[in-house]
């Protein structure tokens, strides 16, 4: 292989073909590797007649890289991106960049960023959205960690990145340590409520309003023209409009009601908790999936477990324009959540992360562009240091003329025992949020009486203890 490369990628899986073809595509040489034989083989065939080539070592991988060398590292998080940085290394010089573009833990990207900063290599984790479509078209990209290697990465990044509307790349660099992967752990967070919620719309529209696939298909068509706008609430319309060949049924009917997951949701809740920041939206979509994991058990319960009869006698058309909003209310406590996530993770880690900023790097390419970003965008450019998004001025507004419906929905489906874990959830996140007073007083009387932790008072400075028996 001739050193004419600008960029190489080991790890040649669907994401990481699919981002050398949208390199290529963009003017770039390329450079691929991967241990497994198969794998160079598929990438040297894809590769054929464009600017790029496969090494059949990482010595020779090294060696096809134009100086300072670009390394995007696609293989799964964990253990298998130490091996790569381990086995790479003795090849890199200093001023060479290397890029996890994994869903890695935002600790171990700085815990790597640490291991090499004695050595030169710079070291970046980049948040990459927008699945193998967005890989091969334009995803939107998160970077951050050594700042060094922006400059250098910039207009490959930026070049490959899905355009918002407007042209703006959804590419910009995010901040230092292991930001990027951060906010992107948090933008599935974000991915998970928001899938939950839309489930729950579409569960109640079919069990308690008894509704088939296609005509509820045919409400979220409707609902994907307005402020619901997404690619979340597009993508469920054709899931649901999709009849199975075979039998001519809702191929969503045929599906097993089993979610997996592979951890970032269940990360973003644990950083959540770790950082004292109330996110029940994240928490309550990760718990819904290993719920839906329980089927046997939940089978077995199914006759065990009295609830109340789903009958329905309502408007059928006004309660879905109830949900509708319901759902946006819901959805506007997902990002105000996972927005205050980033906050209090940019204080304690000391990133500068510009909020407005990230939000736009969303607009596009990943799988929470939506229509609502722009009003999210919209909020903290009127206020970058915004405590909350619920309480900026329009969305306060809006919440307060929407908020009834979401109170409607929630008591509807709890009279009717339809499990809605995330209207329930956003429903008690606005109410608790909005409260001036909350019933912690006596939890913390409770804690003092058992524990002698101290309270503190209303009407006099300092913390008091009570022998409350």
């Not at 409009?241 to 191929?251: I, M, N, Q, S, V």
């Amino acid at each position: 292989m001739q050193r004419m490369n600008d960029i190489g990628i080991i790890g040649l899986g669907v994401m990481g073909e699919n981002l050398a073809l949208n390199f290529e595509r963009n003017g770039f040489g390329v450079a691929g590797f991967d241990t497994d034989a198969a794998k160079r083989a598929s990438f040297a065939v894809r590769m054929e007649g464009r600017r790029g080539a496969v090494a059949g070592d990482f010595g020779a991988f090294a060696d096809a890289l134009v100086r300072p060398r670009r390394v995007l590292v696609m293989v799964p998080a964990g253990s298998a991106v130490d091996d790569v940085i381990a086995a790479l290394r003795p090849h890199l010089g200093a001023g060479d960049i290397l890029i996890d573009g994994g869903n890695s833990h935002f600790a171990d990207t700085a815990r790597r960023i640490g291991a090499l900063q004695d050595t030169g290599v710079l070291y970046v984790g980049c948040g990459v959205s927008g699945g193998e479509e967005g890989a091969l078209h334009g995803p939107a990209l998160m970077p951050g960690g050594d700042a060094a290697a922006w400059p250098h990465l910039a207009p490959q990044l930026r070049a490959i990145a899905a355009k918002a509307d407007d042209g703006t790349p959804c590419c910009d660099w995010v901040g230092a340590g292991g930001s990027g992967h951060f906010v992107k752990m948090v933008h599935n967070g974000i991915e998970y409520g928001d899938m939950q919620a839309i489930c729950e719309a579409y569960w109640l529209m079919r069990e308690l309003f008894g509704m088939p696939a296609p005509a509820i298909g045919a409400v979220f068509t409707d609902w994907n023209r307005g402020e619901l706008a997404s690619y979340l609430v597009q993508i469920t319309a054709d899931i649901l409009a999709h009849a199975d060949p075979e039998t001519g049924r809702a191929l969503v009917d045929l599906v097993l009601d089993t979610a997996e997951q592979k951890g970032t949701g269940k990360w973003a809740s644990q950083s959540a908790l770790d950082l004292g920041v109330t996110a029940p939206a994240m928490a309550s979509a990760v718990f819904a999936r290993t719920l839906s994991a329980a089927k046997l058990e939940r089978v077995a319960a199914s006759p065990v477990l009295a609830g109340p009869p789903r009958t329905f006698a309502g408007d059928r058309s006004e309660w879905i324009g109830r949900l509708r909003r319901a759902l946006f209310v819901t959805k506007v406590c997902c990002y105000a959540q996972g927005l205050q996530l980033l906050r209090a993770a940019s204080k304690e880690h000391g990133w500068d992360l510009r909020l407005g900023s990230i939000v736009s790097l969303w607009r596009a390419g990943c799988i929470i562009r939506a229509k609502l970003l722009d009003p999210v965008r919209g909020a903290y450019a009127r206020n970058p240091e915004l405590v909350n998004l619920l309480v900026d001025e329009r969305f306060a507004a809006l919440l307060s003329d929407y908020q009834q419906d979401l109170r409607e929905v929630v008591a509807i489906a709890a009279l009717h025992g339809v499990a809605v874990p995330a209207f329930m959830n956003a429903l008690a996140y606005y109410d608790g949020y909005r409260s001036g007073t909350l019933p912690a007083n006596l939890l913390q009387a409770q804690r003092d009486y058992f524990g002698a932790h101290g309270y503190r008072r209303v009407d006099r400075p300092g913390k008091f203890h009570t022998q409350w028996n």
